[in-house]
């Protein structure tokens, strides 16, 4: 098909009207078409009725134009999408067109001798409204100079060495000039905390001689930041538009109407939220995290406990956060040094007279702190800071799991922030039937037992497997059925991805949360309301089975960042009698991990996005969800619906819209979200990026050392040609460590079509 372009016509009608239409409504002669047969080399869409768009409601609707005057009909007219030269057949093509999300993709399916037509529908699948469009269908010269010359220009040795040490010289000053290009007019962090730092942390205090100062020193009143006491929700239809793009300023909504009588609540302040895994914390440097719309600081004070308290100087409302941990333990701001203490009370103020008042013990002087526990190897936070909840943890403490403390088994921690809510990734934790599709390679396929029909292909079914079959066959349907659907025998079904039903059984579903026991493939899930999510394996049947198969359990804990922001920390313990785990790094698991997060991170954006339109309210109108894999959603929904009102009731005033969506590359990078949380990654990418470096100079001073060498060192031909063999590897070494930094720490897109 010689086409040039395509082109959309946005109104959504029947098929065959628009047919009719688009004769009586020909797209516009373009200023340099030659005639019919360059007009006939445009490609018109004439589908225009799989275009899912709504049709415009009666109240969305412009009054009626006075009688007489006319108006433009903007949805009567051809809109082109792309040259086709530009669109790939191979893959779908996501675009927006006067509003609308879109995509255009080739059908193969109605072959009329040219080899299939180009389609466009609404980008957005009526399963779950995620995107169709994600689918499938110069010192080297100076050495060269120097070798090639063979001595005839470089005589000496003296010589030879000063052209050598010009080389690496050159090379050296690009790497420094690049270095300093990077810091200079692009982005050079300043870590207060590690600037004047003392030489050592202070010493842990006894347990016992801490008790006894705390009981001598009455504890100071709280002072949290203004705003930050009252929860606040957002309305279940956020706004998926920015402030940006519609120039309307943020409105941030009121505090929710009490319960009525005998209506259940969730209360999200009552709950403990994880704020990191403690091997990812650096005691050294206070740490900044957002949780529940609550901006905190996490630091381990000189008491030898680690703290969280609000992420704001009293003062000037600076952030603690980029402040550092002086000699005695206390956290100093970074912008005029005050410090405090672990119970968040103000210890020395720089600016204030020593014979003066002391104003270091105003109540206004304090900071806000929340109780805090490390667990599990991970620290938790209670986000009430009011003297009353000082002993919260005698009455209420977070989800314990053993297997996280066992010795006998491997625990890996990881972390990573996402660019969509909360909502959306409970829900993607909870949907194993898009394992195999938004994760296509990564995972190993699924052989489904139960499934009557679909994996019978024709040429592999003789009649022995077709008499052994029929009693199975029979087990699940019924004489009559059998007979209807004996075709299925011979049917072949299944896809390459082996997706097929999961059999889900919802158990204990109440306020707090809901147990589904799943088939032996993916083991039972336990959601306990509101950030974890516990996947643990079906007891095998023989001692035998366990001593072969090694034991695990997955444990997602999702925290609440803000609107269209979530966290998720992760902890996968397994038996030790998994031998790899103990040898393989653990930026090496983050890095398959974080593939597979990646995998599904924009669909999910959209996704949200769509959901947004709609209204979590009509969420079950919008989406088509008919099969059982889908009932661990169902009843998550249902519980945000029943016991929050499809909110999450944030600790602090929030805006009612959603982010702007970014570039790809923004949307899905990594160094912020995982690499500068983790010191795992941090540090492997440290050492990676001198390793590129190191080769990169090696490869340079091989060849210098057989220039410099003038036969002396390299006397045959093999020998040379070792050599300049050994240069070359570095260099290309040096080269495929770049590209592997950058997509293991940096960026790396996940095409699904080409999966």
């Not at 009329?112 to 689918?135: I, M, N, Y």
């Not at 100076?142 to 010009?166: D, E, I, N, P, Y």
């Not at 889900?504 to 949360?513: L, Q, R, T, V």
Request: charged fraction near 20%; hydrophobic fraction near 40%.
């Amino acid at each position: 098909m010689d086409a040039l372009s395509l082109l959309l016509l946005p109104g959504a009608r029947p098929v065959h009207h628009l047919r009719d239409g688009a004769a009586r409504v020909p797209p516009p002669r373009l200023p340099w078409s030659r005639g019919v047969v360059r007009r006939q080399r445009l490609l018109w869409s004439t589908s225009v009725a799989a275009v899912a768009a709504e049709t415009p409601r009666a109240e969305d609707a412009p009054s009626p134009s006075p009688s007489g005057e006319e108006r433009f009909d903007w949805l009567d007219q051809w809109y082109p999408v792309a040259p086709v030269c530009d669109l790939d057949p191979g893959a779908p093509h996501g675009k927006t067109v006067l509003g609308l999300r879109i995509v255009a993709w080739f059908d193969r399916t109605t072959d009329d001798g040219g080899g299939g037509e180009w389609r466009v529908f609404d980008d957005s699948c009526p399963h779950r409204l995620a995107p169709l469009s994600e689918g499938r269908v110069a010192s080297v010269a100076v050495v060269g100079f120097l070798a090639v010359a063979k001595g005839t220009v470089v005589m000496s040795v003296v010589q030879r060495a000063a052209v050598v040490a010009a080389a690496v010289l050159c090379f050296a000053a690009s790497r420094w000039l690049a270095n300093f290009i990077e810091k200079n007019f692009y982005f050079q962090d300043y870590v207060h905390a590690y600037n004047s730092r003392p030489a050592s942390l202070p010493l842990r205090v006894d347990g016992a001689a801490r008790r006894s100062t705390a009981a001598s020193l009455a504890p100071p009143p709280r002072r949290p930041w203004t705003g930050r006491g009252v929860a606040l929700r957002l309305p279940a239809s956020v706004s998926a538009v920015s402030t940006a793009e519609t120039g309307t300023p943020p409105v941030a909504e009121e505090a929710q109407a009490p319960a009525p009588v005998g209506e259940e609540r969730f209360d999200w302040l009552d709950q403990w939220y994880p704020v990191a895994p403690v091997c990812d914390l650096d005691p050294r440097k206070p740490h900044g995290k957002t949780v529940m719309g609550l901006s905190i600081v996490a630091w381990f004070d000189g008491g030898g406990e680690w703290r969280v308290v609000d992420d704001a100087c009293p003062h000037r409302l600076a952030p603690l956060s980029e402040g550092r941990v002086d000699d005695k333990g206390r956290l100093q701001c970074a912008y005029h040094g005050w410090c405090f203490d672990g119970r968040g009370s103000c210890q020395f103020i720089p600016q204030a007279p020593a014979l003066g008042p002391p104003v270091h013990k105003n109540s206004k002087a304090c900071v806000a702190s929340y109780p805090s526990v490390v667990q599990n190897n991970i620290l938790w936070f209670y986000p009430r800071s009011e003297p009353e909840y000082r002993d919260v943890l005698q009455r209420k403490r977070p989800p314990y799991f053993p297997d996280l403390d066992d010795p006998s088994f491997n625990t890996v921690f990881g972390v990573r922030d996402f660019p969509y809510g909360y909502d959306m990734l409970v829900e993607n934790l909870m949907d194993p039937a898009h394992v195999p599709y938004a994760h296509k390679g990564l995972f190993p396929q699924f052989q489904v037992k139960e499934d009557p029909g679909r994996y019978v292909p024709r040429s592999s079914v003789s009649s022995h497997d077709m008499i052994n079959f029929l009693p199975q066959i029979s087990s699940v349907w019924s004489a009559a059925s059998l007979i209807q659907n004996i075709h299925l025998l011979s049917t072949v079904e299944f896809d390459q991805e082996r997706g097929g039903p999961v059999k889900m059984k919802i158990e204990e579903a109440n306020i707090d949360g809901f147990l589904s026991i799943q088939e032996e493939n993916w083991g039972q899930f336990r959601f306990i309301a509101p950030c974890t999510i516990n996947r643990s394996e079906l007891p095998l049947e023989t001692l035998e089975k366990q001593q072969q198969q090694p034991q695990g359990m997955l444990v997602f804990l999702c925290v609440p960042v803000a609107p269209g922001r979530s966290r998720v920390i992760w902890a996968f313990p397994q038996s030790v009698g998994a031998w790899p785990d103990k040898i393989i790094p653990r930026w090496l698991h983050h890095i398959v991990t974080n593939t597979i997060l990646d995998s599904d991170l924009y669909l999910l954006h959209i996704e949200e996005r769509n959901f947004a339109r709609v209204g979590l309210d009509k969420w079950q109108k919008a989406c088509y969800v008919p099969t059982s894999s889908d009932n661990m959603i169902i009843t998550f929904r249902n519980w945000f619906r029943k016991y929050c009102k499809h909110q999450v009731g944030w600790a602090t005033s929030m805006i009612n819209q959603l982010p702007p969506t970014p570039t790809k590359d923004q949307l899905m990078e990594r160094y912020w979200s995982h690499v500068m949380q983790c010191t795992s990654c941090s540090a492997a990418l440290k050492w990676m990026r001198a390793m590129e470096i190191a080769l990169q100079v090696a490869s340079v001073a091989v060849l210098g050392f057989l220039a410099a060498g003038k036969g002396t060192v390299a006397t045959s031909a093999v020998q040379r040609a070792a050599v300049v063999a050994a240069a070359a590897l570095c260099f290309a070494a040096s080269r495929w460590l770049a590209n592997f930094i950058e997509k293991s720490f940096y960026f790396q897109d996940y095409v699904h079509a080409y999966k």
